[in-house]
């Protein structure tokens, strides 16, 4: 069965801290995914992998960066922590097809 | 550029409703069509999906058809169930890379 799994259900982080945020799949997937979720906006793509070592930029990569040191883990990193980076995080990883399997996700509260 | 637009939520209904949630979309080329469903304190999982025009896709009572002339890809179910109190997502792909573009999500609450 599919699995991702995100290293944290909720998370409390200070304004200014850095913020590691891990994602594990076991399906050896190429393609992962972040995302962030607020209400009234949906998902909202802010980094891509399609190999180890590969990244690409989504559609709001500000204040974040992203690390692929091996296939099945991919890490999003908040560089110093933002009250507007307060949001659900939502990990995905993709085969060659078009399903994307997402993890439980993070609720990540800034303070 | 390419989007997706959803009907606004929530969306109240009684238990054996019929259920219907709007989807409209806006791309070039020929997209394919996906419905995600998210359960209250869960990550997202595939509902169901079309690839192309006329399909429909189908899951859990769940029905959707890719419809070209008009942009829509609803998704229709004859008869909720508590259950299916969830969060829905529309969504295309875009480009070779198959990035999904997503809509706003309409949130679903049947009432017994």
């Known amino acids: 069965d599919v699995k991702v799994t995100q290293s944290s259900r909720y998370l409390v982080k200070r304004t200014g801290e850095k913020v590691f945020l891990e994602c594990v799949q076991d399906m050896d997937h190429e393609n992962m995914f972040w995302y962030r979720q607020d209400p009234g906006l949906g998902l909202r793509l802010i980094y891509f992998s399609y190999d180890v070592k590969m990244k690409e930029k989504g559609d709001i990569p500000e204040g974040y960066s992203v690390s692929r040191e091996k296939k099945e883990r991919f890490s999003l990193i908040l560089e110093s922590a933002s009250t507007n980076q307060t949001s659900m995080y939502l990990c995905?990883?993709?085969?060659?097809?078009?399903?994307?399997?997402f993890g439980p996700g993070t609720r990540l509260l800034v303070l | 550029g390419d989007s997706v637009t959803q009907m606004e939520g929530p969306v109240t209904l009684s238990e054996e409703a019929f259920l219907t949630i709007n989807c409209t979309y806006t791309?070039?080329?020929?997209?394919?069509l996906f419905w995600y469903v998210q359960y209250p304190g869960e990550g997202l999982q595939l509902l169901l999906k079309a690839t192309k025009a006329d399909d429909k896709g189908s899951n859990k009572g769940f029905e959707a058809t890719y419809r070209k002339e008009t942009t829509s890809f609803h998704l229709e179910k004859g008869s909720v169930q508590v259950s299916d109190s969830a969060v829905y997502f529309c969504a295309l792909t875009k480009g070779s890379n198959y990035q999904l573009i997503w809509g706003a999500g309409t949130k679903l609450i049947i009432k017994p």
């Open positions: 791309a070039t080329g020929y997209p394919s």
């Open positions: 995905a990883s993709r085969a060659q097809g078009e399903t994307q399997y």
